[in-house]
């Protein structure tokens, strides 16, 4: 069974300040990983994906996240945050399985900047 | 506008009255699913339909039903609410042939169950 860890619940960081957000998998068969992002009192939406191809993916406001297969990871960073990225974000895993898409969610870090 | 759209956002009930949350969405996505989203636990889905009349339970489907006559709609209905069943649930939708296709979620239904 596949399983997701965000080793953080909460992250503070000051704003302009560097973050990494953590997401480790575990999985058996080969997956593909998302992160999506949650604003306050909406829903989820996605911020990138990995499916193939280049390990270092990036979305359009600066964040970017680097598949390690190795460690199964998939870490989320981006080099100066700002108070407008304050959210939870969830890291996610597909795969394959009976026929569906089977996604399972890790447990969400809150990312607080701070000014 | 490509959205997934769920009534109320707000909802506060009794313990034991029937309710129904509707999902609706204008994408023509086979795939639609129900989570329930709690501190600490991350989304945990309850339901899944992979296609109209096709439904089967997620990870957490105790004390939930759906149905899905009508490809865009998906409503989650709580026959006798409890408590426990106080939570935040999304709708989600999904091309389901391609696997590999990101899920789009509504706004949330904020449920309170005294």
């Known amino acids: 069974a596949q399983s997701v860890t965000q080793l953080d619940s909460q992250v503070p960081v000051f704003e302009e300040a560097p973050v990494e957000l953590r997401c480790n998998y575990s999985?058996?068969?080969?997956?593909?990983l998302f992160w999506y992002v949650q604003y306050p009192n909406q829903g989820l939406q996605l911020l990138l994906k990995?499916?193939?191809?280049?390990?270092l993916v990036e979305s359009i406001n600066g964040f970017e996240a680097e598949f390690n297969k190795s460690q199964t990871s998939f870490h989320l960073r981006k080099p100066s945050v700002h108070i407008s990225d304050t959210a939870e974000y969830f890291c996610?895993?597909?795969?394959?399985?009976?026929?569906?898409?089977?996604?399972?969610f890790g447990t969400g870090t809150k990312l607080q900047v701070i000014p | 506008e490509a959205q997934v759209t769920q009534n109320p956002r707000y909802l506060i009930t009794v313990t034991g009255k029937k309710l129904t949350v509707t999902c609706s969405q204008n994408?023509?996505?086979?795939?639609m699913s129900w989570y329930r989203q709690d501190p600490g636990l991350g989304l945990r889905q309850i339901y899944y339909?992979?296609?109209?009349?096709?439904?089967d339970k997620g990870d957490v489907p105790e004390g939930y039903k759906v149905s899905r006559k009508e490809k865009r709609n998906f409503p989650l209905i709580l026959e006798s609410p409890s408590p426990n069943q106080t939570s935040l649930y999304f709708c989600?939708?999904?091309?389901?042939?391609?696997?590999?296709?990101?899920?789009?979620f509504g706004n949330g239904t904020r449920l309170t169950v005294t």
């Open positions: 996610a895993v597909s795969m394959h399985s009976g026929g569906y898409q089977k996604v399972t």
């Open positions: 989600a939708s999904s091309m389901d042939r391609i696997f590999n296709s990101p899920l789009h």
């Open positions: 339909s992979m296609n109209v009349e096709v439904t």
């Open positions: 994408m023509n996505h086979e795939y």
């Open positions: 999985s058996s068969v080969s997956v593909y």
């Open positions: 990995y499916l193939s191809g280049s390990t």
